[in-house]
C-alpha cells in the first residue's frame, strides 16, 4: 500500500505524519486516524494501511510532536511501569481539546491540498485517546468533518469541561462510537450520557458494544480481540462507506 512521510506545520510547529494510499489512481476521500495513548508507530500505520484499502487517503498524525524526540512505549508493559505510566499520562494530558481542534484544522488543510485527496469534508477515526479526539474534533471543527468514529475511546462523556458529548449541538458530522465492556474509562452510564445529547442535537449516531475489553482493536495492545477487530473493520467499511463517498 503506498505510503508517504511529511510533516504539517501548524500553530505550534511541525508535526510529522504518514499519508496512506489506496493502490491505483485518486483521488479519495480523506480520513484522520487518531492513533491511542501509544501514539503514532509501526502497529497503527499497518492499520491506516488497511484503512487505505478501502479508498480512503488515511492521515497518522504524531499527536506528541511537541514532546520533541520522544520515546516510544511498549504497550505490553506501559501500564505496570509506574514511570512509563506516569510519562504516558503527562504526555496525554498535553494534548489538550483546543491543541485537538488547532491541530485538526492543520491535517485538513493539509489533506485538502494533497492530489491524492477528493473533497473538503473528511473523516476522522481512532483509538483510546485516539477516540476522544475524533469526537472532540468532530464537535470544535464542525464544518471540516463528515463522519467520526470512536473505539473503545475513554472521556467521551465525563465531567471535564472539555468532555466531547458537551459539543453535542455544534457535531454535523455523523457519529459511530465502538464502545469496550468493564472499560472505566466510558462505563455504560456514560454510554448513556451520550447517547442523550447526541440525540437531543439531531446527531445522525450509533452506539454499539463490543464483547472484548478497552483496547479490543489494536493488535499491540494486551487486550486485542481479534473477533472484535474484525467487527470493528466492519463497522468502519460501512459507515466510511455511507458517509464519505
Sequence with gaps: MPRITDTVTTAD??????????????PWPGIVMYPDAGGARTTVRAMADTLAGYGYA???PDVYYREGDWEPFTMATVFSDDAERKRLFQMMSDVTPERMASDAT?????????????????????????????????????????????????????DDPGSPHLLADQIRAAVYVGAARNDRSFTTENGETLE??????????????Y?????????????????????????????????LH
Design 13 to 26: 510547529g511541525s508535526c510529522p505524519v504518514s499519508l496512506h494510499t489506496p493502490d491505483g489512481e485518486g
Design 58 to 60: 488515511v492521515l497518522v
Design 106 to 158: 492543520a491535517f485538513f488543510d493539509y489533506l485538502s491540498s494533497r492530489p491524492e485527496v477528493t473533497g473538503e469534508t473528511f473523516g476522522t477515526t481512532g483509538y483510546c485517546m485516539g477516540g476522544r479526539t475524533s469526537l472532540v474534533v468532530a464537535g470544535r471543527v464542525p464544518e471540516r468533518v463528515a463522519a467520526a468514529m470512536s473505539f473503545h475511546g475513554g472521556g467521551l462523556a465525563s
Design 196 to 209: 442523550k445529547a447526541l440525540t437531543a442535537a439531531g446527531v445522525d449516531h450509533t452506539i454499539e458494544w
Design 211 to 243: 464483547p472484548a475489553e478497552h483496547g479490543f482493536a489494536v493488535p499491540d495492545n494486551g487486550p486485542y480481540d481479534e473477533t472484535a477487530a474484525a467487527r470493528h473493520w466492519e463497522a468502519m467499511e460501512s459507515f466510511f462507506g455511507a458517509h
